[in-house]
């Protein structure tokens, strides 16, 4: 039976839960390092992002009252 965690300092239920997060996790940072996929550099993706937030503020519904 695998030992349980404390909810209070781990997400996982178990340390097997979380050994097989931790080895998926690790395997898609990999991939992406590899991947040769174009890269986006960080102020365009920020840029970006933050021209969605602006947007969404903007919108009549996202301000109530």
Do not use: C
């Not at 997400?11 to 931790?22: H, L, M, P």
């Not at 898609?28 to 933050?50: F, L, Y």
Request: charged share 30%.
């Amino acid at each position: 039976m695998p030992a349980t965690l404390d909810p209070l300092i781990s997400e996982f239920a178990t340390d097997e839960e979380a050994n097989s997060y931790d080895r998926w996790f690790r395997a898609r940072v990999q991939a992406a390092i590899d991947s040769k996929d174009k890269r986006i550099p960080h102020d365009q993706v920020m840029a970006q992002v933050e021209a969605v937030m602006a947007g969404i503020e903007s919108r009549p519904s996202a301000n109530p009252g």
